[in-house]
């Protein structure tokens, strides 16, 4: 069996979208599957439409809610109801090409490895703005736009793919842990890494996992998300998730708990941006800013453990919620 799992927080529009989508899916021969939505502490419709959806569906359709705010916590509590033996995600803003399931599937018997990560592309609902640069040497970096595009061909990754399509066999989560319950959006938090965690952790673990190029996932950028603000807020974010994973160079100076070479590089790059006259070259800086600004607040933030020693690593590992 595969269990389908789909997050939701206060999104019910944009979930109808989703659900309806995953209702064309041909499943692979000979295999069943159900799907999983987790409210994860929703205030507006999102439990009413699921019902409804699943009183229609012709396939099992379960309903779950989680009260601990956060997208790992949903993550995790989907994990742990799915009776699946392969684990499948995505969001719940995203449209699923009915194909979606079998290439999964297809990537899994032909790598024979623990996840697969599926094609996301991006679909412009609205015109691009012009500041806005993705491709080029101020290209912006993918995570901003949930874009996870390798090309045509399968093969074996050696990088994370995104959370809005992943798959995994349930085992990894008993033998290695579920989703960091630090990193991960939390309600209007729009802090990251959950997935990429996890599957760095895997990677260096020496288990394998693959790209599904024919797995598609259209990822869509709303309006509100067009602005330079959530761009700033998403570098931001990236950098603190960087400070809580890598910690400290070998014997860094400290000010005030934070490495002082990353004052350093804030100042290198506040001065690139002030200094760069392209419009599309200084926004590009600008975020460049905001990640330093990150790094330097996870730091200070994370300063009793991030250096990952043995106090450290207990400190740490509440956040590794076990099966």
């Given at each position: 069996?595969?269990?389908?799992?789909?997050?939701?927080?206060?999104?019910?529009?944009?979930?109808?979208?989703?659900?309806?989508?995953?209702?064309?899916?041909?499943?692979?021969?000979?295999?069943?599957?159900?799907?999983?939505?987790?409210?994860?502490?929703?205030?507006?419709?999102?439990?009413?439409?699921?019902?409804?959806?699943?009183?229609?569906?012709?396939?099992?359709?379960?309903?779950l809610f989680e009260p601990n705010q956060g997208l790992s916590h949903a993550r995790n509590a989907g994990i742990r109801a799915a009776k699946g033996e392969i684990v499948a995600f995505t969001d719940d803003d995203v449209t699923v090409d009915p194909c979606w399931l079998r290439e999964l599937?297809?990537?899994?018997d032909q790598f024979r490895c623990v996840g697969v990560g599926g094609r996301i592309l991006v679909s412009w609902d609205h015109q691009k703005p012009s500041w806005?640069?993705?491709?080029?040497?101020?290209?912006?970096?993918?995570?901003?736009?949930?874009?996870?595009?390798?090309?045509?061909?399968?093969?074996e990754l050696?990088?994370?793919?995104?959370?809005?399509?992943?798959?995994?066999?349930?085992?990894?989560?008993?033998?290695?842990?579920?989703?960091?319950?630090?990193?991960?959006?939390?309600?209007?938090?729009?802090?990251?890494?959950?997935?990429?965690?996890?599957?760095?952790?895997?990677l260096r673990a020496g288990q394998k996992l693959a790209y599904a190029p024919a797995a598609l996932v259209y990822h869509p950028i709303p309006r509100e998300r067009l602005d330079k603000a959530h761009f700033q807020a998403h570098y931001f974010n990236y950098g603190n998730y960087?400070?809580?994973l890598e910690g400290f160079r070998d014997n860094a100076k400290l000010w005030f708990g934070v490495p002082r070479y990353l004052f350093r590089s804030l100042l290198t790059y506040v001065?690139?941006?002030l200094f760069t006259f392209d419009s599309k070259g200084r926004f590009r800086s600008k975020l460049d800013v905001c990640e330093c600004l990150g790094q330097i607040s996870g730091s200070y933030i994370n300063r009793s453990y991030i250096t990952l020693g043995e106090a450290g690593q207990e400190t740490l590992t509440k956040h590794f919620p076990k099966a």
């Open positions: 069996m595969i269990s389908v799992i789909v997050c939701s927080y206060n999104r019910s529009e944009s979930l109808k979208k989703t659900l309806n989508s995953l209702a064309t899916l041909r499943t692979p021969f000979g295999e069943a599957w159900e799907m999983i939505v987790v409210d994860n502490n929703s205030i507006d419709d999102t439990a009413k439409v699921v019902k409804a959806f699943a009183a229609t569906s012709h396939f099992i359709v379960r309903y599937l297809t990537v899994f806005l640069e993705t491709e080029g040497p101020h290209a912006i970096r993918s995570g901003a736009l949930v874009s996870f595009d390798l090309g045509d061909k399968p093969r050696t990088c994370s793919p995104f959370g809005a399509n992943m798959a995994f066999r349930k085992t990894v989560f008993e033998n290695y842990g579920f989703f960091r319950t630090d990193l991960g959006r939390r309600g209007n938090n729009l802090m990251i890494g959950e997935d990429s965690e996890f599957c760095d952790r895997l960087v400070a809580r001065c690139k941006w």
